[in-house]
């Protein structure tokens, strides 16, 4: 067949591509906007029928309000899965009819060739080129694997996809079905940079020298830092998630990628996940490299970029420097993502730094955020032995090397004020400061 009626031999519609699927399936998809809202939308609404039961899908930060998080009574019909966790997968998670996969992001793809097949793996993706290959538009992170431990392959083409020409593609003779889903992609609503996110943001940005390469994570502390990054020269991007900040650096001519070690002139990342400017930015660009996760996120590889600087956030921090990002206390908040690769990929790097930045308490300032000791149940994503910086808006702690009392001291200066006597009596109770 020539490529076009191969195309076309292949289409269908998400009702009749439900109808095909049988109990007991598994899915796969990866993240963000690649995910396939139309297909999960009917195979949901053919399972709400009872025609379904047994399903599982796994996903990773959610673009979309699936309804098997958001639906208590698709329990024991269609049950998500997820390698990270947010938005309504979080909440499904702690209200126990979502399951949870603990992961370091990189590991992701030896995890799933491991462990996993899957009937039908789903993905977004831009039209197909003249070649009779699909872009994975704003992903690569592990799509690879899934592909790999696939019985099918169901795309979702949509118009509105960025044509990524530097990340996995699809060629239609590897499909089984073809679903059309013109539609916008889902955006993240802009973040609001209040006085303390920029105040830390500019603290950062004052310890990364020009020609630096950096990582920022998602929030308002990331693109306050972006945005006072704005000055400097020659910095690259070598990051998990690509953002709203990024575009804003390179357009502005703070980046242009030109002392990385490797891939100089190019901005390496998994996915991309934003505004529409960021995918307008993605479309057609071979300068962005949108490339697996177990390549992008690999210590080994983010410390061959010398003056890598990682930028990460915390729910709380303790006196010996043990960062929980994911949980209040045994509460789930999220996964551990790419924070720890991060954080190891910098410190190995030469003239690299990791920061783990946020604000001092929570809660209208009564509770704070550096604690003699985590929570109850509090999950550690971030070992003692690899915190490097961990920034506040009183300051900067420098704990990689430093001994226990040092640490204390370094963090209880950075500590809201009205916490500072309450964390030095805990320290002191504790044989922490001598």
């Given amino acids: 067949m020539k490529l076009e009626e191969l195309y076309q031999s292949k289409c269908t519609s998400a009702e009749k591509l439900a109808e ?25 609404e053919r399972a709400k029928n009872g025609s379904l039961k047994d399903i599982k899908v796994h996903t990773m930060l959610d673009a979309y309000p699936f309804a098997f998080y958001a639906d208590s009574s698709l329990n024991g019909k269609v049950n998500g899965v997820s390698w990270f966790s947010s938005g309504g997968a979080r909440k499904a998670i702690s209200a126990g009819f979502a399951d949870y996969i603990p ?14 097949t899957y009937d039908a793996f789903c993905i977004a993706v831009s039209p ?32 509105y996809q960025p044509r990524a ?31 303390t996110s920029i105040t ?6 004052e310890q990364i020298p020009d020609g630096a390469c950096i990582q920022l994570g998602i929030g308002a502390i990331p693109d306050a830092t972006g945005m006072a990054l704005k000055s400097k020269h020659d910095l690259g991007i070598h990051t998990e998630m690509f953002t709203d900040s990024m575009v804003e650096l390179i357009e502005c001519g703070a980046v242009n990628n030109s002392k990385k070690q490797i891939h100089p002139f190019k901005t390496v990342t998994t996915f991309a996940f934003g505004s529409q400017r960021i995918y307008d930015y993605i479309d057609d660009n071979p300068a ?3 490339l697996p996760v177990d390549y992008v996120n690999d210590p080994n590889v983010i410390c061959r970029n010398d003056n890598m600087i990682s930028i990460n956030a915390a729910v709380e921090v303790d006196l010996w420097g043990q960062v929980c990002a994911e949980s209040i206390g045994p509460k789930h908040l999220s996964g551990t993502g790419g924070q720890v690769d991060y954080v190891r990929g910098a410190t190995q790097s030469r003239g690299g730094k990791s920061f783990i930045a946020f604000e001092s308490t929570a809660k209208g300032g009564t509770i704070s955020k550096i604690k003699a000791s985590l929570a109850e149940g509090a ?12 920034v506040t808006e009183y300051g900067i702690a420098h704990l990689r090397g ?13 500590a809201h004020p009205d916490f500072r006597d309450e964390l030095t009596f805990e320290a002191r109770k504790r044989g922490i400061l001598i």
């Fill in 165 to 195: 020409v530097c990340n996995t593609q699809l060629h239609i003779s590897q499909v089984d079905a073809v679903v059309v889903n013109n539609h916008p992609l889902p955006v993240l609503p802009p973040v609001k940079l209040d006085e």
């Fill in 402 to 414: 430093q001994s226990l009392a040092s640490r204390a001291k370094q963090l209880i200066s950075i």
């Fill in 103 to 116: 992961n370091y992001y990189r590991d992701t793809l030896k995890l799933i060739r491991d462990n996993y």
């Fill in 128 to 159: 197909m080129d003249k070649h009779g290959y699909f872009s994975l538009a704003t992903t690569s992170s592990y799509s690879e694997a899934m592909i790999s431990k696939a019985k099918r392959i169901f795309v979702e083409v949509n118009e």
């Fill in 200 to 205: 830390i943001g500019n603290l950062i940005a």
């Fill in 379 to 390: 999950v550690v994503t971030t070992s003692k032995n690899d915190v490097d910086y961990v």
């Fill in 20 to 44: 095909a699927v049988g109990d007991g399936w598994v899915f796969g998809m990866d993240a963000g906007p690649t995910q396939t809202e139309a297909i999960m939308a009917a195979i949901c």
């Fill in 288 to 290: 962005i490299m949108i």
